[in-house]
Structure formats: C-alpha cells, structure tokens
C-alpha cells in the first residue's frame, strides 16, 4: 500500500506562487496515476488536477486550468503542483492522491491519501 506525504503548503498572498509536492513510498509509484484535491471550510472536498503514471496525460478542475500545473518526476516519487496567481478562494487544505486508475484520482474513489498541507491566500 502506498503512503502519501504533502508538503510546500503555507501561508501567501493574493498573486503569489507555491509549490506543492507529495512523496510516496511503500508502491510502485511509476504505477499509479496522482492526482491533487483541496477542501476549503464547510465545504466538499474537490477535485485539482491529475496526472497519469507517464505524465504523458493531464487533467484540470476549471477553477485552477491556467493557473496550476501538475507534473511528477517518477525517479523521486513525487508528484507537484505548481500554483501560479494565487486567490483567497483557493486556501483550503490540499490533498494528495493515488490510484491504479486514472479515473480514482479524478473522482477521488477507490483512492490513496496524504495528510493535507494547508494553503491559505490572503487578499
């Protein structure tokens, strides 16, 4: 089973960058599709962006396309998420995810999770 660990989460302002990574360990991680979510206060938890286990493949929630890019560096296990133009509506708490499918890092089903890292964006 694999187990995710986030981190790069922080606290920045409006118009600012950050980068998010996730590592994995105890998996092939060469094998699972990554994906990245967010929940924000009161709210569900919502699908980011994914990336298939060649990279070759990626998909975007319309909120964040042209603002964030997904991309993995199979040989460090790691997953990023390059976050560019940052708003207060993005702070929330970003979660990492796995699957052996590319459709369980999309829907969130079936998936692997990290812990969260926090992102909060003042205005």
């Known amino acids: 089973q694999v187990q995710l660990v986030e981190s790069g989460g922080g606290l920045v302002e409006a118009g600012d960058s950050l980068r998010l990574s996730c590592t994995a360990s105890?998996?092939?991680?060469?094998?699972?599709?990554m994906g990245w979510f967010r929940q924000a206060p009161a709210k569900e938890r919502e699908f980011v962006a994914a990336i298939s286990w060649s990279g070759n493949s990626t998909l975007y929630a319309d909120l964040v396309k042209g603002r964030f890019t997904i991309s993995r560096d199979n040989a460090k296990n790691t997953v990023y998420l390059q976050m560019k133009s940052l708003k207060p509506e993005d702070t929330a708490v970003y979660y990492c995810?796995?699957?052996?499918?590319?459709?369980?890092?999309?829907?969130?089903?079936?998936?692997?999770w990290g812990q969260g890292t926090q992102v909060t964006v003042s205005s």
């Open positions: 995810a796995a699957g052996n499918r590319f459709v369980m890092v999309v829907t969130g089903n079936d998936a692997y």
């Open positions: 105890g998996g092939t991680f060469s094998m699972y599709a």
